[in-house]
């Protein structure tokens, strides 16, 4: 088990933005493939970025893509997410979350989550 912990979130006007930090401890996080999900009000959580263990493979949801950044740092054990143009529609509670081993990430399989941090957009 590892814990994350999320922090950078706040309010930002659209076309702003914001640089979402995870820090784990507990476990040494290069061991774990980790994702960015995003749940609005009403809707799912969904799945908006992740990266694999080595930080060379990285995935993006469409909505995102070219706007949004994942890094990590495993000698830091940090995963960070960069978010630029944003949109109001990015308004979200934003989760990091973790899955040891394996190649990628999904809501189903995920090992360990952070508590969520508020993104709030305004138009």
């Known amino acids: 088990q590892v814990q994350l912990v999320e922090s950078g979130g706040g309010s930002v006007q659209a076309g702003g933005s914001l640089r979402l930090s995870c820090a784990a401890s507990g476990r040494t996080l290069g061991n774990f493939v980790v994702g960015w999900f995003r749940q609005a009000p009403g809707k799912e959580r969904e799945r908006v970025a992740t990266?694999?263990?080595?930080?060379?493979?990285?995935n993006y949801a469409a909505s995102v893509e070219g706007r949004f950044t994942i890094s990590r740092d495993n000698a830091k054990n940090t995963v960070d997410l960069q978010m630029n143009s944003l949109k109001p529609e990015d308004t979200a509670v934003y989760y990091c979350?973790?899955?040891?081993?394996?190649?990628?990430?999904?809501?189903?399989?995920?090992?360990?989550w952070g508590q969520g941090t508020q993104v709030t957009v305004s138009s």
């Open positions: 979350a973790a899955r040891l081993g394996g190649w990628s990430i999904s809501v189903g399989d995920v090992d360990d």
């Open positions: 990266i694999s263990r080595g930080g060379y493979n990285t």
